[in-house]
């Protein structure tokens, strides 16, 4: 598989979605004793104004849920965004079912200009080395189906996992938390991985919240 989400095993399932641009409009109206029944041309202005000006908090009224399900080196820097969210994450101290690991068929190659990223080109001996990549991520298989067998307990097993390993999570956040989130990490600055994630979750919410999302993506 070439992209996390190009697999089967990867998820970016809109579980749950409370609120539509109404709820933006109508937290920002209360301060004024008013309310919006239908979204008409006057509500989609203040909601740009709202989003052009940094008058954040009624961003925060929608919240949406997902379950999300992605290896954790993208994990790992997905949950550095903490304000605004809520998650709650499968436990291999409790689970010792097989792991899913990624194993992509195409490795980029490191860009010596760059001290993050990667260059679009795939390494030269691409085959051997994915190949070589599964064979390790058979054996770190292999060594965790042993420890168990041994009666080691899940809790310490699961040391010898990588970071490939899938990690599955339910994550509700606010629709400005997730703005946030995929502004950060659509950048091309991002590490590729976590930018499709981010992409699948912005192309979830573009549709929910059509005028509120756009507003703030600038
Ligand atoms: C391209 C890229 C490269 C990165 N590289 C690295 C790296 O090399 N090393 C690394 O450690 N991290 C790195 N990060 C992670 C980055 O530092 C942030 O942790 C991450 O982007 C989440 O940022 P956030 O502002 O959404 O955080 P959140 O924790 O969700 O905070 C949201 C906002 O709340 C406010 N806030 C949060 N906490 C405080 C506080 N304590 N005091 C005051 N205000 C607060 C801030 O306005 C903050 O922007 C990288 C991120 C990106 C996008």
Known sequence: MSSPLGDSISKVELLDVMGDDLTVVN???VSFAKESTVLDEKDEKLIKYLAKNNHITPFFHPQ???????????????????????????????????????V?????????????????????????????????????????????????APEVARMILPQSMYTEFIETASLYAYARLCRLRLDP??????????????????????????????
């Open 189 to 218: 600055h991002a590490q590729r991985e976590i930018q499709l994630y981010a992409e699948a979750v912005c192309d979830a919410l573009k549709d929910k919240f059509p005028v509120s999302w756009t507003a703030l993506m600038g």
């Open 104 to 152: 992509p068929q195409e490795l980029r190659e490191r860009d010596p200009k760059l001290k993050q990223g990667s260059k679009e080109t795939i390494v030269g001996n691409n085959d051997e080395i994915v190949s070589r990549l599964a064979d390790a991520t058979k054996l770190a298989h292999e060594c965790y189906a042993m420890l168990l067998d041994q009666q080691v």
């Open 27 to 29: 937290a920002a109206r």
């Open 64 to 102: 949406v849920r997902f379950r999300l399900k992605m290896p954790i080196f993208v994990a790992r820097e997905w949950f550095r965004h903490t304000i605004g969210f809520a998650r709650n994450e499968v436990s291999r101290r409790y689970v010792d079912s097989p792991p899913e690991m990624y």
